[in-house]
């Protein structure tokens, strides 16, 4: 399973873009690379899933070169109530497969 | 309900007690994880079961720890012995799909367990 490595903490304010990266060197070419958010208390929620260049939903865009060996997290006008975990993780295209989560990114937003 | 319900939330066992902790997925999900998280960590995988089928459970950290879903629906988790490193919040996920691509896990709020 490819391993994924991502900043441990992100500090940003109010109404700025927020972009996490992930590096994922030995994702497989069947994988994907999902986001998933967590707030104290709380189970993890999905946030984006993408194979290659670009996603976007109505919360998050994600954005994935070419090579694949990372991928970045775009949160556009962060609020306050963005404070969270956020991981990165690779998941194998299999049909039955574990998802693995790191330790993920705890972001914190200021007035 | 909407989504992944477990029961209880918060649970404090005496060292050496067992316990069981409950998952009730959203109905007709196919898959259905179980992940420990220590304070401060990331989720860590348990087991996976698809339908009734327990596919894979090499997450399981002893054999004190057994799962089951026999009807393939609700799953139990259930934890025999316990001691003072079980103490952790047990996640509960479930997702539509036989594999987790393009078909997104939802988590119930998980089950806090104190060991004592």
């Known amino acids: 399973l490819a391993k994924t490595t991502q900043p441990i903490s992100m500090d940003s304010y109010e109404g700025q873009e927020v972009n996490i990266t992930c590096s994922h060197n030995?994702?497989?070419?069947?994988?994907?690379i999902t986001w998933y958010q967590q707030f104290p208390s709380q189970g993890p929620r999905f946030i984006i899933q993408?194979?290659?260049t670009k996603v976007t939903n109505e919360v998050a865009s994600l954005f994935i070169p070419a090579d694949r060996k990372s991928s970045t997290l775009s949160l556009p006008r962060v609020s306050l109530s963005d404070t969270a975990v956020y991981y990165c993780?690779?998941?194998?295209?299999?049909?039955?497969?574990?998802?693995?989560f790191g330790s993920g990114t705890r972001l914190s937003i200021r007035p | 309900g909407a989504g992944v319900s477990q029961s209880p939330r918060y649970k404090v066992a005496k060292r050496g007690q067992d316990v069981a902790l409950r998952c009730d997925p959203i109905?007709?999900?196919?898959?259905l994880f179980w992940y420990q998280q220590a304070l401060g960590q990331g989720p860590e995988f348990l087991t996976y079961?698809?339908?009734?089928?327990?596919?894979?459970k090499s997450g399981l950290p002893s054999d004190r720890f057994f799962a089951e879903r026999p009807e393939g629906s609700v799953s139990t988790l259930k934890i025999q012995r316990t001691q003072q490193e079980d103490s952790a919040v047990y996640l509960c996920?479930?997702?539509?799909?036989?594999?987790?691509?393009?078909?997104?896990?939802?988590f119930g709020q998980g089950t806090r367990l104190t060991v004592v």
């Open positions: 996920a479930s997702s539509l799909g036989a594999g987790q691509v393009n078909t997104e896990a939802f």
């Open positions: 030995n994702i497989a070419t069947n994988d994907y």
């Open positions: 993408g194979y290659k």
């Open positions: 993780l690779v998941v194998p295209h299999s049909s039955a497969s574990k998802i693995i």
């Open positions: 109905s007709g999900h196919v898959s």
């Open positions: 079961f698809q339908n009734e089928a327990q596919l894979d």
